[in-house]
């Protein structure tokens, strides 16, 4: 099993969610992160001055998945939430040896 952690932008989350609804996917957990990437910040105007924001808001989806559903994952996150500009987010994929079903006691990929 794999744990699919993505940052991605904030707007991304809903055609993200439909997209692994669709591929029955079932299953994420979500959290507000901040923090920066290579250009260490974002420039914005406000009231007509340029500042940086130093750490850039954004979403942490993480998904629990059996191997042999990775790439799907991986490629339906770029589908759903990629725009091609700095920023687009990035995606952590770390191994997990094991998964615990609380209400059934079901372990490994059955509990997914
Ligand atoms: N190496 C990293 N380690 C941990 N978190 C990171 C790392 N790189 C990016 N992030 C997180 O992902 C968010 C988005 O990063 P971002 O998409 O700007 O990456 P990037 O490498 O600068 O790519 P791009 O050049 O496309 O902007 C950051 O705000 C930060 O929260
Ligand atoms: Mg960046």
Do not use: W
Request: proline share 4%.
């Amino acid at each position: 099993m794999k744990m699919i952690v993505a940052i991605i932008r904030p707007i991304g989350i809903n055609p993200l969610k439909e997209a692994l609804c669709a591929a029955n996917i079932k299953g994420m957990t979500i959290s507000e992160v901040r923090g920066f990437g290579r250009q260490l910040g974002k420039k914005e105007i406000f009231r007509g001055v340029e500042y940086l924001v130093e750490y850039v808001p954004n979403l942490q989806v993480e998904i629990l998945v059996k191997d042999s559903d990775v790439e799907r994952v991986v490629d339906l996150i770029l589908k759903a939430t990629k725009t091609g500009e700095t920023g687009d987010g990035k995606i952590f994929i770390h191994p997990v040896d094991d998964v615990v079903r609380i209400r059934t006691g079901e372990r490994g990929e059955g509990a997914i």
